[in-house]
């Protein structure tokens, strides 16, 4: 039996669902409930787990240093990755790592191996969606990312529980990493978000009105009577643009798209310089 063989068969009662992973088969996720659902294991349960102490130089090895569930969590980082976490779209990092595979190095080096070695693994992605901030179980521990980047181990230890440390010589780096660890207060960020769609809207709106491709016309209202109005906000001054809002369809993207003569000797052909995007 080959390494990958061993690995299937350590999960074999898992399985990912197939939408989206080119080798499921070492993917681990829980068995179906009677609904027929799909929950992976103590998904949101605070499940203290053992950590060795590293201050006894005879302390028992961590799942780590044994074995790492490394199928399914390159499974799970495949079908992850970073899209739709906020945390991580607040800066195009250019180097920005999975935060599943920190997630789970993370707990893999700070939870002590079972006895029998062959379960190292299966310990770590069993508890992989634990509540570990409850649990406290990595409360007691420092961790330092001397090469901090965009922030991600410092952001998924943080998300375990750990007291994180991070150094970067990059001032971007530390900006970025800093301002993903600031707490907020959600009114607050909500209501800067509207001074600035108030302030900026009535700016920007008349380019971005257009006609239904289906025939449907906006129009231009008076914010102060709700009446329509026969006005072009373009023509007037930046000041007095925020009386009117437009009511109607919008231009959600613009392309520009660039045409050149062709090069035949005689052509008088005017083709696309971007024919890989708009030669479709």
Known sequence: MNDDEQRQATFEDFELPQSGISEPSGAQYSK?????????PNLGKAKRLPVPDFNDPDRKPSCLEVDFPIAPVNALSQLEGNAGKPIYQMSKWWARRRSSI????????????????????ERVWNHYYANHQKAGSFRNLKVLD??????VTLVEGYRLGMNMTGVDL???????????LSCSDPEQVKALFEHIEAE????????????????????WVEVN?????????????P????????????????FWAKHVPCKAEGCQHRTSAYPAIFGR
């Open 239 to 254: 000041e007095d643009r925020k009386n009117y809002r437009w009511e109607g369809p919008e231009v959600i993207y613009t």
């Open 170 to 180: 990059n001032p971007v780096a530390w900006f970025v990493t800093r301002n993903e």
């Open 32 to 40: 179906r409930k009677e609904s027929g659902d799909w929950e992976p």
């Open 225 to 237: 009577t709700g009446q329509p109005v026969d006005v072009d906000p373009v023509e007037l001054p």
């Open 200 to 219: 900026v809207k009535p700016q920007i709106q008349p380019f971005y009105t257009t006609t239904c491709p289906r025939g449907h016309k906006g129009r």
């Open 102 to 121: 920190f997630r789970s190095m993370l707990i893999a080096a700070a939870t002590e191996a079972p006895d029998n070695p062959e379960e190292a693994a």
């Open 146 to 151: 001397p090469f901090m980047g965009g922030g």
